[in-house]
């Protein structure tokens, strides 16, 4: 015992506290996808009772809603299977982010198109 602190080992990966967050934060894209699925149910709902001559705009068509609702899952998907690869790496957690900012995209669609 000289008193001299243990050197920290190297290349053992990325800091525990950035790897659980990278998980939280991928793991959360599945909370994240159900709240934009559950958004487009509501806008397509909203205009259920709406024809093309009371409400001119009703929102997107079959294939790019189909693209922005079912968009999501995948999304939240790939973001946690990405996360199996890159959770220990320095810049893993971009992927978490990468996948929250796709949903947030999506949504603002899905805003603007309703």
Same mark, same amino acid.
């Given at each position: 015992?000289?008193?001299?602190?243990?050197?920290?080992?190297?290349?053992?990966?990325?800091?525990?506290?950035?790897?659980?967050?990278?998980?939280? +934060? $991928?793991?959360?894209?599945?909370?994240?996808?159900?709240?934009?699925?559950?958004?487009?149910?509501?806008?397509?709902m %909203?205009? @259920?009772?709406? %024809?093309?001559?009371?409400?001119?705009?009703?929102?997107p068509?079959?294939?790019?809603?189909?693209?922005?609702?079912?968009?999501?899952?995948?999304?939240?998907? +790939?973001?946690?299977?990405?996360s199996?690869?890159?959770? =220990?790496?320095? =810049?893993?957690?971009?992927?978490?982010?990468?996948?929250? @900012?796709?949903? @947030?995209?999506?949504? +603002?669609?899905?805003?603007? $198109?309703?």
């Amino acid at each position: 015992m000289t008193g001299e602190p243990m050197p920290i080992p190297r290349g053992t990966g990325a800091h525990p506290a950035r790897f659980w967050i990278n998980w939280v +934060l $991928a793991v959360l894209t599945i909370v994240g996808a159900a709240l934009v699925m559950t958004f487009a149910v509501g806008a397509v709902m %909203s205009a @259920a009772a709406c %024809s093309t001559v009371e409400c001119p705009g009703l929102g997107p068509g079959g294939v790019l809603f189909g693209v922005l609702y079912y968009g999501a899952p995948v999304i939240a998907g +790939l973001t946690v299977l990405a996360s199996f690869f890159t959770a =220990r790496l320095p =810049r893993g957690f971009l992927v978490p982010l990468a996948g929250w @900012a796709l949903l @947030a995209i999506d949504l +603002l669609a899905l805003f603007v $198109a309703f």
